[in-house]
């Protein structure tokens, strides 16, 4: 199911994946703070966005990416 995704819904996304993958493993040395990587995103344009998930066309899709993270299925 390919779908259009607003930019705002991809940073949602991306902060969630953020804050789980920083929950247990968080290095302040290293890491940016959950506020800190939000505001990151929010100067990112879409194809950097779409870059920072890591997504592919074919192995690991944005839709899938937005399956997981997105606000539909983790609210």
Sequence with gaps: MKREYTDNEIRRALAKEWEYLCHDDFNPDEDMTQTEYEDYLLDQDRA?????SCTDDKYYT????????????NE
């Design 62 to 73: 944005l839709d899938k990416f937005m399956e997981y993270w997105g606000d539909e299925l």
């Design 48 to 52: 950097s966005l779409i870059e920072e």
